[in-house]
């Protein structure tokens, strides 16, 4: 029989995770399924036996970990390494194309070779780009159908770093004059943010703000 810290070992090498499952799960032949407390981690045989308490009735209960079949399932779940990844783009699907590439590129100030009906569009914004699908295009390529938020869309935002704050208020007054609808006028924020928020003409929100004053 493994010693009280092999198998203690052998219980928490599963992590906060699979433990709070796992002790979520225990069946009370009072309540049913219950959640175990006031447990000890003891050994049966290779795996891992917890005895403690039923949390609704009190009653004594048991679990089982059978260690061959989590040793298998979750250890090869931990042997997989997460694959680096960079950033490489971020895409809003639109429903005027045309329309939308007109406002990043002659409002908004970003570059990009897009001719009049090719499906998307690509802007330059430093390392990451931002490109356009038109939505119908999107849904036939993938044969789905998705929905779309109305109005402002508060699901997400494109944000713009300045260089300071003075920048904010300039880039800001910029796009008022330019009649972009206005979101949030510029504003310092506790945290030493000076930010405003615009929106695109199907109601994204762009974000235009600096830490440096």
Known sequence: MASKKAIT???NSLGEIVQSKILSNV????????????????????DILLKGKCKKCGKD???????????????????QKIIPKNLQAIGLFVTNLEE??????????LETNWKKGE???EFQTGECKLIMYGRKDFEKMTSQEYGYPKGNNGTMEIAFEMKTYDDVDKEYRRLMDLG?????????MEWG?????????????????????
């Open 119 to 121: 499906p998307n569009a």
């Open 100 to 109: 939308m590439v007109t406002f990043y590129r002659d409002i908004i100030g």
């Open 9 to 11: 070992d052998k219980w």
């Open 180 to 188: 972009v609808k206005s979101i949030f006028s510029p504003t310092t």
């Open 61 to 79: 209960v048991a679990r089982l970990v059978e260690w061959e079949w989590f040793e298998h399932d979750y250890g090869q779940k931990k042997q």
């Open 27 to 46: 069946f009370c032949s009072n309540c049913t399924v219950t959640t175990i407390v006031d447990y000890d981690v003891t050994s049966s045989k290779n």
């Open 193 to 213: 943010q000076r930010t405003s928020y615009v929106a695109d003409p199907e109601g994204n929100l762009i974000e235009i703000g600096s830490f440096v004053k």
